[in-house]
Each structure stands twice: as C-alpha cells, then as structure tokens.
C-alpha cells in the first residue's frame, strides 16, 4: 500500500524539479505568479476541504492556518525572487539546504542539542554553498539569488514544526489555509504584480497554478502524510538533480565542475544529517 505513497511522493518531487523552469521563463514577477498561483490552489482545496470541515474548526484552529500561510507565503515569495534572481537549479538547491536549517531550529523550538555529526553536516554544506556561489557581491544576482534561497529555505524549514502541532487537522484543510493565508503576505505587494502578459505567460501560470500547484502539493501532502519524514526527506532531495539536469536541457544553464561538486556536497550534508537523525531515533527507541 505504502508503495503507491511512495510513486506520489516521487511524482510530486519531479513537479518540484521542473517548476523553477516556468516561473524562470514566464515574464510575470514573483508576486503575480505568487498571487495566481495561491488563488488557484486555495479556491481547489476550498471545494477538497469542504465547507462542513472547516465551520468545525475552532479559533486556535483558524489562528493555526494562519500562521502556516504565512510562514509559507515568506517561503513562496522568497523562492520565485531566487528563482528570478539567479537560475532554477540553483534556487531550488538553496532550498534544499532546509534539512540543515531544521538542525538548528529544533534546537531552538524543542530544545535538542546538535549532535558533533549535525555540525560536520552544516560545515559540508557550507562548503558547498561558498562554492557554487560565484562572488560574495550582492551586485552579482546570482549570489543574492542564492542568499534570498537560503531565506527561503529558514521558512521552509519552520513548516514542519508548526505541521506537527496541528496534526489534529487533516492534511487538506492545513493545505487549504496554507494556500488561503499565504495570500496576508502577496496581498500587500500586489501593486508590484504585472498583468501585461503574453498568451504563453498565461498558459505557464496555468501549468504552474494547477500542476505544479495543486498537483504536486497535494501528492506530496499526501505522500508526507503517510510515509516517514525521513523517506520523504530523501525524496525530496531528488528535485535538485533534477532541476539541473532540466535547467541545462530546457535553458542552457551552465553546469561547470565547481557548481556540481558544490551541489553534490549540499545534497549529500543533508543526507547525511537525515541518516544521522534516523540513527538517533532508533537508539532511542531501543533505550
């Protein structure tokens, strides 16, 4: 049964990998794909969630949604401003360094210590960030693409916990005021959005909004709903390779050796940090 998780898992994570392509190719800016997007997405699960699901809800249950929409829309802006800023392989590999923030986090959230492994995990991808970024010159759009990704990735990292809080709500209604409330952090920018746009631009919205929106988070809510976080850390990961291997196809993106060693060593800090947090699970466990 858990395979079939594990197939929507991998689907949605192939989605991730070739979103950053048509945000990075559609001439709309970060807020109005931001905007088309969250409609899209949260006026579909509004109709999933069903209106009887979400009059149950209480007043820490709203207060809840809120936060996550807003945490993700910081998450959102900050990741098609990357995107735009510097390529789609290496905006999605800023994000990917999420697993490291969470080290840190848990130790300010749930007071857990890192471990020695936890620092070496931090310092290789640390490593690998100062070598796929080309000059520390915030004039250069590539390195503050890849620092605006890092930011991203902090907020990112902060979903799971506010997630496991609110377990006691199903997984499309925490979608749905995920899509709903993330609309508190676009709504205020959205004089910024730019709306003179080319057939094509709109039909890459589309796609963004409905398939890479609605399709690909609504398996991998699914999917990280069922199987173990640390399998769905794994699957995710996988969108860094491909999001290059696309970038290079589909825009030409060039990918010389020091850019891939640096990708390499981020991908594989965060595997390791997974490994080592699934070790200290089952030692205690075993205690």
């Not at 997007?37 to 979400?54: C, D, P, T």
């Not at 209604?173 to 709504?187: D, E, K, M, W």
């Not at 794994?234 to 010389?256: C, K, R």
Request: net charge positive.
């Amino acid at each position: 049964m858990k395979s079939r998780y594990y197939i929507e898992g991998l689907i949605a994570v192939f989605l991730f990998g070739i979103t950053p392509i048509f945000i990075k190719e559609v001439s709309a800016n970060a807020v109005t794909i931001g905007l088309v997007r969250l409609v899209i997405g949260a006026s579909f699960l509004f109709f999933i969630a069903g209106n009887k699901n979400l009059k149950k809800l209480t007043k820490k249950d709203w207060k809840a949604l809120v936060l996550i929409g807003i945490v993700f829309g910081g998450h959102w802006i900050t990741y098609f401003m990357s995107v735009k800023l510097a390529t789609p392989s290496m905006a999605i590999l800023s994000v990917s360094s999420f697993g490291l923030h969470m080290i840190y986090l848990n130790w300010i959230i749930n007071m857990k210590k890192p471990s020695p492994y936890d620092i070496i995990a931090v310092l290789i991808a640390l490593f690998g960030i100062y070598l796929i970024v080309p000059a520390f010159d915030l004039s250069n759009n590539l390195t503050t693409g890849i620092l605006v990704g890092l930011v991203s990735a902090a907020f990112f990292a902060i979903l799971p916990f506010i997630q496991q809080r609110n377990q006691h709500l199903d997984s499309m209604t925490r979608a749905f005021g995920q899509y709903s409330f993330a609309l508190i952090v676009f709504l205020p920018m959205s004089f910024q959005s730019n709306w003179d746009l080319t057939q094509q631009d709109w039909v890459y919205l589309a796609i963004l909004g409905t398939v890479c929106t609605v399709g690909a988070h609504t398996l991998w809510l699914r999917a990280s709903t069922v199987l173990p976080p640390t399998n769905t850390s794994l699957i995710f990961y996988l969108g860094t390779p491909i999001a290059m291997i696309t970038s290079f196809i589909f825009l030409d993106e060039a990918m010389p050796t020091q850019k891939i060693v640096g990708a390499s060593l981020i991908i594989s800090a965060n595997v390791f940090a997974v490994f080592i947090s699934r070790m200290k699970r089952r030692k205690s466990l075993k205690a």
